[in-house]
């Protein structure tokens, strides 16, 4: 896709959104983002949990440190078994159901190959005879679609698939040919915005400050984290083994009416989520910085939410955290963010490392 005049990375955004990064196995992601900061920061390296830490010394020595995360996973299934005929049966790894994603092709990510798929329910044409597909439809059961319900077919006997290095514990991702880019208007839409969009804005704050040359006054950590869709498990390691008080998440956040936030509107300041209560001072000047670049910042208290420094924060890792959004609509669905969201989440990342 060609370059657009708001300045967003098509290439760079489209290669993240393909990329496979399902929980506890995030290497291409992380190889990408290797590759974008190797010339841009002081220190990069991999640590005990597979984050990827980019240090950006800071400007004035003994000034305190600063962690900004974003996370490397996406939403993704694990084999829990193989059935004699070749089907895999399926567990979530993150909080979605198969209506999230869809019926249709999947990446099934053996050890020694990865082979295609397709997530299926079974036919619609069907009676009481064959239960899991009748309680679901709406004329009968009624019942949400479930793990329990679909199966991947995989064409394949169970000896082949062991010869793949496909067993339980295997990932089981989106295929690619499901996550090109689309636009909408004004609007971009893909499937795992969640976090790819928010890995796209540390990137270009990243290559911002290499630039401009505008460091922060302490040592700036940006971390890309792992398992952040099953619990925060790599944030809780980075901030555990990292210098710093201050965990700042850059995350998709969700535009619904409960919350008074719209994808038409500026970045998202969350003052709460399900997990912790985020530090007023941190928030407020998220949404100064913001409404001096001339934004709109949302400022919002999330329920059915959480995030990296959430997760630090209630565990007693982090002592301050703050929460930056790309307004998202459809999060853990199709997602779909405005042309000049990253733009704008970066914008603030700068002034706000910079000044804080």
């Not at 393909?18 to 590759?35: F, L, N, T």
């Not at 793949?164 to 690619?176: K, L």
């Not at 934004?295 to 929460?323: I, M």
Request: aromatic share 6%.
């Amino acid at each position: 896709m060609a370059e657009l005049d708001d300045g967003l990375e098509r290439a760079l955004l489209q290669e993240l959104l393909s990329a496979y990064g399902p929980c506890g196995q995030e290497d291409e992601v992380r190889e990408i983002c290797r590759r974008e900061l190797q010339d841009l920061v002081d220190e990069l390296s991999t640590d005990a949990a597979g984050n990827l830490v980019a240090l950006i010394k800071g400007a004035k020595p003994g000034a305190a440190s600063t962690r900004i995360l974003a996370h490397l996973d996406e939403l993704s299934m694990l084999v829990k078994r193989i059935e004699p005929d070749g089907t895999l049966r399926l567990t979530p790894l993150g909080t979605m159901y198969p209506a999230n994603f869809g019926l249709g092709p999947v990446a099934i990510l053996g050890d020694d190959e990865t082979l295609c798929g397709v997530l299926a329910l079974g036919s619609e044409h069907t009676t009481q005879e064959t239960p899991h597909v009748w309680q679901t439809k709406p004329d009968q059961g009624d019942k949400a679609l479930d793990w329990p319900d679909v199966y991947v077919f995989t064409g394949l006997e169970p000896e082949q698939l062991g010869k793949a290095g496909i067993g339980p514990g295997t990932r089981v991702c989106v295929d690619r040919s499901k996550r090109e880019l689309i636009e909408i208007g004004d609007y971009l839409g893909c499937y795992f915005m969640d976090d790819r969009a928010a890995v796209l804005a540390l990137l270009r704050l990243a290559r911002r400050v290499h630039e401009t040359g505008r460091r922060p006054a302490g040592d700036l950590y940006l971390v890309f984290t792992t398992n952040e869709e099953v619990g925060g498990v790599g944030a809780a390691h980075a901030c555990r083994t990292l210098p710093g008080d201050l965990t700042l998440a850059v995350e998709v956040g969700p535009t619904e009416a409960e919350y008074g936030t719209t994808v038409t509107g500026g970045p998202i300041v969350a003052y709460s989520d399900a997990q912790c209560v985020y530090d007023k001072g941190v928030a407020d000047r998220l949404c100064e910085v913001a409404r001096n670049l001339g934004y709109s910042p949302q400022a919002a208290v999330l329920g059915a939410f959480e995030s990296d420094a959430s997760h630090t924060k209630a565990s007693g890792l982090s002592p301050r955290a703050g929460l930056l959004c790309l307004p998202t609509l459809s999060t853990h669905g199709y997602e779909v963010i405005s042309r000049t969201a990253i733009t704008e989440v970066t914008d603030v990342l700068v002034d706000f490392v910079v000044h804080f």
